[in-house]
């Protein structure tokens, strides 16, 4: 596979991971994507923002987000997030403690 091919396979996997988290499955909150996965949706927009400034293009948090949730990120939060149990932000706290630990 040639690398132009690789590059519009890997976007299209992109779009559709991005899709199925938008729209797909707007009900799977972001604390549950970190405590499971170790990522969420505003990471891939932080991953989005920094594949940006690698290719030379300057954009901040806020529209790292809204070029990933396709809207501005408080208006995506109104619209679709809940507030977390104490029993998952303690499973975040303790899986974020042991993310942590792994990078020392």
């Known amino acids: 596979m040639d690398d132009q091919t690789r590059t519009r396979i890997e976007a299209a996997a992109f779009r559709r991971l991005q899709q199925h988290l938008m729209e ?6 972001n ?9 969420c949706r505003n990471c891939l927009a932080r991953w989005y ?7 030379g293009v300057e954009m ?10 396709g809207m501005p990120y408080d ?8 507030a977390a149990s104490p029993e998952k932000q303690m499973a975040f706290k303790e899986a974020f403690a042991r993310n942590v630990g792994d990078k020392t």
């Not at 797909?24 to 909150?29: A, I, K, L, N």
């Open 31 to 39: 604390i549950d994507l970190m405590n499971l996965a170790g990522f």
């Open 24 to 29: 797909d499955r707007p009900d799977v909150q």
């Open 49 to 55: 923002q920094e594949a940006a400034a690698d290719e």
């Open 75 to 82: 208006d995506w939060r109104a619209a679709n997030q809940t």
């Open 60 to 69: 901040s948090k806020e529209e790292g987000r809204e070029a990933f949730y």
